[in-house]
């Protein structure tokens, strides 16, 4: 499988979790594709956790600053969290930058201009078909390779003064870890008031951990950091280690119980029956949510996020 392709994956859990009502996503129908199976009620649940809680984070940072917020998404592909984002709190706050490798900014690029209720979003825009690039006031997307990012800069223009938070939802990991270190170590060094969320796997040696990469490697996949980071711990020490002065690091176990509201957790539990929950509470500790910023933008954000002090 090509790298590429770990989209449509991505894509199509999604899809599961918003059409079992387990996330409300108005613009995933556009993306879905047309032979959309429904995922098991685990898998749904762990698409549920890692939307919930990355977009608890990035709503919490929006609404913490005035004017205009910046996201960078690495891998970005057919999320859908640009539109949702711009909807709800208007174009004129929010830039999205997005990379991603040609074939999926192509068919996202393409996939706007086919849909009005995309189009609106972001309001006027410029394509470079050949190039694979859309750029407007709220979101540009680049065929860009994130790994040049550190040699080469910014394919476009990026205002580096912005309030910004990187955003890497399953994609630093395919890296070399010594290439995700540099590109992480220049975003921490390159914007004043930053903040980086990562949701990557981690626990790659116990027996889970050994047959979750065997099965993705037999699909031509290698999660090449996953060896480095084996514990939400290490994931901490990694980020200090990057020069952010705050991070956090939990598993998606915990993040279901201590982070998510109770009156949400009994709507997402009322959805379908989840028989297996042991095999849950082993899946949902072999992921993990990151977030890592500077001391700025954390003192910024933590009077909303109570339960994110460390
Ligand atoms: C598992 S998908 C995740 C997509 C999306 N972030 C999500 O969570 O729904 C990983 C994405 O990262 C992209 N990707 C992997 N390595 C990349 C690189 N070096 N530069 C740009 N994109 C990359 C892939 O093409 C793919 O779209």
Known sequence: MDITETDLDALKCRSSATKSGYIHDPFIKFFSP???SHKPPIINRGTYVRTWSIDHILQKFIESFDGKKQIISLGAGTDTRVFRYISEYGPENLKFIEFDFYPNCIRKIRTIEKHEALKQNIGDYVVDISGGSLVSGSLDIYSYDIREIVHKGFPGFVDFSLPTIVLSE????YLEPEEASSLCRWFQNMFATSGIVVYEPIQGMDNFGKMMKANLSARGVILKTLDCYETTEQQRMRFLDYGYSEVIAEDFLTIEETWIPIEEKKRTMSIEMLDELEEWQLLAKHYCLTFAATE??????????PHLKT
């Open 34 to 36: 047309s032979r959309n």
């Open 296 to 305: 700025n933008l954390w003192n910024q954000i933590i009077l909303q996020l």
């Open 170 to 173: 399953c994609c630093l990991c």
